[in-house]
């Protein structure tokens, strides 16, 4: 039976998280009527399926439209076939970084691998770190004005003690980073191994 | 005795974090309400929602993993709570996956042996207005309100990761009534409005600003619209994002919001007698004026 099915979709059931489910779509578009951002994405959930279905495998992995995704779950409670469409959708964004087909600046790429590498180091999200990556990361002088700009923000955040300057000289963490760090390796090494991109 | 939980109090909740008032809170809460919170040693990250883009499926998993596996190794035959409606959902989900799927669990066990930990799956993943509601109960709850919330209007606003894809049990996704009942048990008015349960944006408030400022307009407008004077909500970052942007709100909308957000931890430490620096309200950016005062009465 596999010569008709096309080869993205097997690649998305293979390598993209709950990329199975991609099949039990039957296109009644309650996720796309009941995104937030919806009329953000260029192409709605349900026409991401019907367009990994059809085989378009570029169109699909370069849109930014997955990115579009706020985590709200609203679909997922919505959908009558049960399809995990948050996941999904987060699933084919890491696949599609991985063979690094994301569009050029996606903010919500960047923020979000900033916000991974900030855990990462050492175990704990370091918040202050995080919006100094997030208002620097397009340089220096844009950097300051958006700092700028969110100044009055930064400054009612440190009033009432939910923004620590301190943070900046370390900050909280776990006490086992050595084991934490062998931890993810060890989990990288299987994630990549499980989901080499075809 | 005390009844005692496994607590994963999550990033944002530590000291000098943006919902480092929630924890407080959270601890007075717990004082009153006889509950003992057992802090997981050594938790780390739950990878949140946004940490797919760099995390991927098992390492993010596997972070759940461990804190789960911590909690089993040190506070055995307890629930594991979270405060933070992320935290909560993250080792929900991990916990659902690991326990579906025997070569999940097989890989996350072989990542948490270099740490070495082991996974079992022994523990639920509960959040704490489940707590509340599943094992105190809005009855007991109200019996010890010693102060009610008279002539308080407050806008319960759920969002969306303590409402799904799980949520809690007994409850409707598209209109949850726990947070209302909840007010109402401390005596203030819950106000009905229509975005209880609209996304705040989550982390692409971050990346996607102006996307994200309209939906917090659109839930404080309903809110005030209907008549509130305070929203309250569980979750830290729908906290953050209605409370700390609505400056920039104002500004790209010409509105002129000002409302306070509040946490439910902080309504009922004031209900239950506590003090204004027992519910953390130092920690309010837009003051809460309202419950300032009765907590000062």
């Known amino acids: 039976m596999s010569k008709y099915r096309n080869s993205f979709l097997k690649e998305v059931e293979e390598k993209v998280e709950e990329g199975n489910w991609v099949k039990m779509c039957m296109q009644c578009g309650v996720c796309a009527g009941s995104c937030p951002f919806g009329p953000h994405w260029a192409h709605p959930p349900q026409e991401i399926f019907m367009m990994i279905r059809a085989g378009k495998r570029e169109e699909v992995l370069s849109s930014d439209s997955m990115w579009m995704c706020t985590s709200c779950y609203q679909c997922i409670v919505r959908c009558p076939r049960k399809l995990p469409i948050t996941h999904i959708m987060h699933g084919l964004a890491t696949y599609a970084s991985r063979l690094g087909l994301v569009p050029k600046s996606q903010p919500t790429q960047a923020f979000g691998q900033l916000f991974w590498d900030n855990l990462v180091k050492v175990g704990r999200v370091n918040e202050l770190k995080l919006s100094l990556g997030l208002y620097f990361k397009d340089g220096f002088g844009q950097g300051v004005k958006n700092a700028m700009a969110m100044q009055s923000v930064g400054l009612g955040l440190m009033k009432a003690k939910r923004l620590n300057p301190m943070e900046f000289f370390g900050g909280h963490g776990v006490s086992d980073k050595s084991g934490f760090h062998a931890m993810l390796k060890k989990a990288q090494e299987i994630e990549d191994q499980r989901k080499k991109p075809a | ?297």
Not at chain 2, 195 to 218: H, M, N, R, W, Y
Request: charged share 20%; net charge negative; aromatic share 8%.
């Open chain 2, 1 to 297: 005795m005390a009844k005692q939980y496994s607590f994963y109090p999550g990033c944002s909740s530590q000291k000098g974090a943006s919902s480092s008032n929630y924890l407080t809170s959270t601890n007075s809460m717990c004082k009153y309400l006889d509950i003992q919170l057992n802090e997981i040693p050594d938790w780390n990250c739950c990878g949140a929602s946004i940490g797919y883009a760099g995390g991927g499926e098992l390492p993010r998993i596997t972070l759940s993993a461990r804190n789960i596996a911590l909690s089993e190794q040190h506070n055995p035959g307890q629930d594991v709570v979270a405060t933070c409606a992320a935290c909560w959902l993250a080792t929900r989900e991990a916990k659902e996956r690991l326990d579906h799927s025997e070569q999940m669990k097989a890989d996350a066990n072989t990542a948490l042996k270099e740490a070495g930990l082991v996974y079992n799956g022994q523990q639920k993943a509960r959040h704490m207005v489940e707590v509340l509601i599943e094992d105190i109960g809005f009855e007991a709850l109200g019996k010890g309100v010693k102060k009610p919330l008279k002539g308080l209007k407050i806008a319960g606003y759920v969002g969306c990761q303590t409402n799904r894809p799980f949520g809690v049990n007994g409850e409707s996704f598209e209109n949850p009534m726990y947070l209302d009942n909840m007010i109402e048990t401390l005596g203030a008015e819950a106000v009905t409005y229509d975005q209880k349960v609209t996304c705040c944006g989550g982390a692409l408030a971050f990346s996607e600003p102006e996307k994200s400022q309209k939906q917090i307009k659109d839930i404080i407008e309903s809110a005030y619209d209907h008549g509130a004077d305070m929203i309250v909500t569980p979750c830290p970052l729908c906290q953050a994002n209605v409370e700390i942007y609505q400056g920039e709100v104002n500004k790209r909308f010409g509105t002129k919001f000002n409302i306070p957000v509040t946490y439910y931890s902080q309504l009922i430490t004031v209900a239950y007698g506590g003090s204004a620096s027992e519910a953390a309200l130092d920690g309010q950016l837009i003051r809460a004026t309202k419950l300032e005062d009765l907590a000062g009465k």
